[in-house]
């Protein structure tokens, strides 16, 4: 028989087996959660891409969800800013050509993106790029389908560059309103009203839940945004 001494031991062993075995199923449960939690997001952000523009090719927007959130909290913005921006660039045109050969989901120049290489790292060039379509025009032409617009037609590929971009902008302007007028227009700031349409977007992604932003309740606007925004 078991001595009082080993009995426990033993049911000691047993009670730190059994706290062990409880911690890592915590663990596993809240990993599971946490998987199940990113999962209907990235189905959000998708449904939501598929709703601003039904043409989309959702299938390469499959990866576009993850390195949004990733690349709005390593730039401390609400994903769902970044989210606005991509929507305001290109209306989730991921093949988008801007007037002065921007390309893709953000409309990163080629030389800017040579310029966020040391950080981003290589990229494809584009090769044939000569026929220009506006972002926010649904024409096709032959010319689009023969040119090769290199990686940053990838959504993936142009948010990572966006956003070092911006984050570059951002350790040179104290505030995100400076930091979008300089993405969008350069250091001179051409062009004022691209952040007024950035946050007007904004604020319409706010008020879905799904979406999951950082700001959950949707903020009242002021009566100066208000005026600012009905002036836009």
Excluded: W
């Excluded at 601003?52 to 576009?64: G, L, S, T, Y």
Aim: proline fraction near 6%; include cysteine; aromatic fraction near 6%.
């Amino acid at each position: 028989m078991l001595s009082r001494h080993s009995k426990a031991m033993a049911i000691l062993m047993l009670s730190i087996a059994v706290a062990a075995g409880g911690l890592v199923l915590t663990r596993h449960v809240i990993a599971v959660a946490g998987e199940a939690d990113a999962e209907r997001l990235n189905r959000s952000i998708l449904d939501y891409i598929a709703q601003k523009n039904p043409q989309a090719p959702i299938r390469a927007f499959q990866r576009f969800p993850e390195a949004l959130v990733a690349e709005a909290q390593k730039s401390n913005l609400d994903h769902c800013l970044v989210l606005a921006q991509a929507e305001v660039e290109s209306e989730f045109h991921q093949d988008a050509v801007g007037a002065a050969g921007e390309i893709g989901l953000f409309q990163i120049l080629p030389s800017t993106a040579a310029i966020m290489e040391p950080v981003v790292g290589p990229f494809k060039r584009p090769v044939g790029v000569k026929a220009v379509r506006d972002a926010k025009s649904d024409a096709k032409s032959d010319a689009k389908s023969a040119r090769d617009l290199g990686d940053l037609a990838d959504p993936v590929v142009s948010t990572k560059f966006a956003m070092a971009y911006l984050r570059d902008i951002m350790t040179r302007r104290s505030n995100v309103r400076d930091a979008l007028t300089e993405y969008n227009g350069g250091p001179a700031g051409r062009h004022p009203h691209y952040y007024r349409m950035v946050m007007g977007t904004y604020v319409e992604i706010l008020e879905r839940s799904e979406l999951r932003c950082r700001f959950r309740e949707t903020p009242k606007p002021s009566p100066v945004l208000t005026t600012l925004l009905t002036r836009a």
